[in-house]
C-alpha cells in the first residue's frame, strides 16, 4: 500500500529515461567537451572513464539500492538506516535546493537562446538587435533574465506535479529519444562543414603532456565532472531508486546509466567543438561557450540553417536541462512527501511541489540579478558586497553562482558520497571484526532473483577507492576554487 501513495516508476524504460535525464544535463553539454579540450582530451576521457567505472557506477549502485531497500528518498533512507545519519541525507536535500537554484537560471537563460533562433527562423529578430553580443544584453536585462527564470520554474513545477509516473516518468519518455535524435542530426550537419576535423582533433588527439604536467589537476576535473554529470552524492539517485520496483535489476541499471550519460556527453563534444572549429570560435573557451560561442557559431553559419541548427541545439540542451532539473526538485518534494506520509498523512504533492519551487526560486533571485558577478548589477555580486577586487576575486565569490556551486558541487556532494560510501562499506558490510554481518546492498541487488557476482569488486571500492576518490574531489574542488 505504501507505494501506492509514494507512487512507483511504470515501466523500466521510462525509468532509466528519467535515471538518464537527470544525468544527462548542462554539465554534459556544457561543461564536458571543454573540461576535456582543454585538459589533454584523450587523455582526460580515459582518466574520466576509470572514474566512471571505480567511483561512478559505485556510488549508483549504492544510491539506487539504499533508496529501493529504504523505499524513502534522500533524507527518509539514511533515517532509516540510524537517526545519526540523518545530517547525510540533509545535506543532499540542501545540495538539491542551491543547485536547482542557479540550474533554473541556467535553464531560463538556455530557453531564451532557443525562443530567440525559433523567432529568428520566421525572419524576425530574435536577439533584441544585439546580435552576437546577446549573452552580455541579456545579463542586464532583468526583467528578461526574470520572465524566463520564471517560465522555466514553471515548467519544472507542472511536471514534478504530476508525479513519478504520470510527470517526471512520462516527460522524459518523450524528451530524451527527442534530444538524442537532435544531437545526431546537429553532429550530422557539423561534421558535412569544412574545417570541422580540427575539432576532433582536439577532442580525441591523445596528449599526454596534460597528465604528465599536471596530473592531480586531471584527476580532479575528471572527478568532479563526473560526479556532477551522474547527479551522485545529494540523494537524487537515492530518490529515483525509492521508486524503483523490486525486480529490478539494480547491478544492471547502475551500469547503463553511467554508460549512457558518457556517451551522450561525448556525442555532445561532437557537435560542439567541431561546429566551433568550423566556424572559427576559439573553443577553448571556457565557460563562456554554451551562451557566447555557440550563438557566434550559429551566426557565422548564417541564413536559414544557422538559425534552424541554433533552434534544435538550444531546444535540445533545453530538454537536458528540464529532465536534470525536475530531478533537483524532486529530491526536495520526495522528502516532503515522505515526511507527510511517516507522521500519517497524506502525501499533498502538488502543494508540496509548489511551496519548495517557490522557495527555491527566492534562492536563486541573486544568481539571476548579479549579471553572472560582471559587476554594477542589480544585486552586487558577493565579490562586490566584500569590496574585494583584483586578486581577491577568486573563484568562490566572483558571483552568487559560484557561491552556491561551491556549497554544493564543491563540497556537499563529495562528502556525501564520502559519508555513504563508508557507511556502506564498513556500516552495512561485513568486516574483519564483523565476518558474518550481512551486506545490505548484496541483499537488495539479490532482489528479484538476480545474481550479483562483482560484489566483492563492489565492496572494494566502496570501502577503499571511493572514499580515496571523494578525497580526490573534495580537495581538489577546494584547490580550484580558493587557488
Ligand atoms: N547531472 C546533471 C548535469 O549533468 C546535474 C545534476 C546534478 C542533476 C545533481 C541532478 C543532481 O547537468
Known sequence: MENQSRGQWGSTFGFLMAAVGSAVGLGNIWGFPYKMGSNGGFAFLLVYIIMVIFVGIIVMLGELALGRKTG?????????????????????????????????VLGGMVLRYAVGYLVSMFGADGFAGAGTGFFGFLLYDY?????????????????????????IEKFSSIAMPALFFMLLAV????????????GYAFMFKPDFTALKEDFLGVVRTAAGQMFFSLSLGMGCMITYGSYLAKNENLQRNAVIIPVADSIIAILAGCAVMPACAAFGVDFGAGPGLLFAS???????????????MGFLFYFLVLLAAITSSISLLEVCTTYAIDKRIDAGKD?????????????????????????????????????ELLGLSGDAIKGWNDCWLDVYDLISEGILMPLGALVMSLIIGWKLSPTR????????IVLECQEGGHTFKAYKFFDICFKYIVPFGMLIVLYGQIVSFFG
Not at 526583467?143 to 510527470?167: A, D, E, H, Q
Not at 553532429?187 to 580540427?198: K, L, M, R
Open 72 to 104: 524513502r528518498g534522500a533524507v527518509g533512507a539514511y533515517v532509516a538506516l540510524s537517526k545519526k545519519y540523518k545530517w547525510v541525507g540533509m545535506m543532499g536535500v540542501a545540495s538539491g535546493f542551491l543547485i536547482l537554484s542557479f540550474y533554473s
Open 143 to 167: 526583467k528578461g533574465m526574470l520572465l524566463c527564470y520564471v517560465i522555466f520554474m514553471l515548467i519544472n513545477i507542472v511536471i514534478v506535479m504530476g508525479g513519478i509516473k504520470g510527470g
Open 187 to 198: 553532429i550530422i550537419y557539423v561534421a558535412c562543414q569544412p574545417g570541422a576535423g580540427e
Open 294 to 308: 555557440m550563438q557566434t557559431v550559429f551566426s557565422n553559419m548564417g541564413g536559414f540553417a544557422g538559425n534552424l
Open 347 to 383: 502525501p499533498a504533492r502538488k502543494k508540496i511541489t509548489v511551496i519548495y519551487a517557490a522557495i527555491i526560486f527566492v534562492v536563486g533571485l541573486p544568481v539571476a540579478l548579479d549579471a553572472l558577478g560582471s559587476g554594477g548589477a542589480a544585486i552586487p555580486a558577493p565579490y
Open 433 to 440: 571484526k564483523h565476518r558474518d554481518r550481512e551486506n545490505l
